[in-house]
Nanobody, 123 residues
Framework: QVQLVESGGGLVQAGGSLSLSCAAS????????MAWFRQAPGKEREFVAH????????YYSDSVKGRSTISRDNAKNTVSLQMNNLKPEDTAVYYC????????????????WGRGTQVTVSS
């Protein structure tokens, strides 16, 4: 079992930055691919970024590519998402997720989820 707790959300003006963090406890953190998803009101949860277990390769959705950086610290069991140049359309609840499938971008490939942290970007 893996427990995930997100932090770092908040209210920010368009063009600003936020750093989200996810603390994991439980089984071996380094063995999981870690991802961030988000869900805006009235919309389905969507993939944002992941960082793979093992080689640490990353992948970003087109909506955040070039504006966001995902990183992990296996010694501290944390994964972070730095978001820059935020836009109102980035407003959503952001979720941290853990799974064992390398390169996964689908919700169904992630086994463990945090409760989410709200990000609100004002125009």
């Amino acid at each position: 079992q893996v427990q995930l707790v997100e932090s770092g959300g908040g209210l920010v003006q368009a063009g600003g930055s936020l750093s989200l963090s996810c603390a994991a406890s439980g089984r071996t953190f380094s063995g999981y691919t870690m991802a961030w998803f988000r869900q805006a009101p009235g919309k389905e949860r969507e993939f944002v970024a992941h960082i793979n277990r093992g080689d640490g390769t990353t992948y970003y959705s087109d909506s955040v590519k070039g504006r966001s950086t995902i990183s992990r610290d296996n010694a501290k069991n944390t994964v972070s998402l730095q978001m820059n140049n935020l836009k109102p359309e980035d407003t959503a609840v952001y979720y941290c997720a853990a799974g064992t499938v390398w390169g996964a971008r689908s919700l169904r490939n992630y086994d463990y989820w945090g409760r989410g942290t709200q990000v609100t970007v004002s125009s």
